[in-house]
């Protein structure tokens, strides 16, 4: 079907853009982070969390997806961490060519990690590949304990998943150990991290795992 | 750009089926919701409460669209509403051919009302037309106070907007003064229902809206 074929020639070309990118990461020894997640998942505020946690010592910086708005930048920059824009104008996902051209903007030359937040959308960004290290899908208490198996795309192209807003758990109603054992069912290799960014908690994993879990000073 | 002529052509494609399947639900006299919101956002949660306050005699049915599982068709059917489930492996959106394809399989042959849930997707849904009567956005307190602005098509395509989870308000930090502001801004003339599945408040405007809005017993 032409359509199929279409889909398929965007995908093949926005493979080689994120092979490109990826070589261009690797070569800087920089740690890639494409975070998924559908709007309000929590990926701006735990990004604040991780970076006000972190300190500027540490070189991390972020590009920022959204359809619309510069909000989540204004929020980023706010902790001190340099950051770029992309506004997508409708379209649902980031692509590796829109990585690239913000790359470019970064007021940061050799960061050490590097986040992607993708468009708030749980469906279309696990299709395509950013060149980063891992992806990374957030998905919050108050979304349900079944959202792992009704979009199991994103959790399965994960490397991490990171639950959010653990302290509204309660007030939703959400058991944490069914919605983790959901998202280790859709995808039994995936690394759990429980987190609030409003208290606090669950972040010291978190860190540690952004910087390789190999002990690294933090 | 023929990637752009061939999203063209999906999307007039689409807005003939659409157009057919607006005449046969207006030649039949059904009132069609198009609900349209983020994963969570709880459309589904809408749904049940709405289905279990308007009861049988009212002759609502639903189609449930989900990328994988068929566990919201299942809470719609507990409620003793005719439901069918469309499972779109993947895609990110209903089109109005695979609603048209659900209607022959609905358990019931003259709804007064049809609930069409599309994928939990804030951004594709918007853009396909699926021969309703009109559109409704749902966004819960949990997702933040800036989604209209920061995911505008939703809001401007649609005629309603249900802020859902009220009860959640508070535990969230959420002022749902500013929120409906913030959708009212995006689209002025937005109908604003403000709701909880949970607790019953705000579903009485909202089930006089979907009967017409003009006295019809309910």
Redesign the interface.
Known sequence: M??IR?ERR?LAANEEDARELRRGFQAAGVRVFNLLG????GKTALLEATLRAAGPAHRMAVVEG????A??AKRIAATGTPVVQIETH?A?HLTAAMVRAALVKLPLDSPRVLFIEN??????PSSFDLGETAKVVVV?V???E??P?????AFLAAEAVVIS?LD?AR??GCSVKRLKANALKVNPVLRVFITSAKTGQGLKPWLAYLAGDRGEAW
Chains 1, 2 share one sequence.
């Open positions: 032409k359509i279409v965007m559908a709007p309000g998942s959204d359809v619309a708005t909000y989540d409708g649902c468009v708030g959308n749980l469906v279309c919050s108050a979304e349900g079944e959202k198996e009704k979009y199991p795309a807003k509204l007030a939703c």
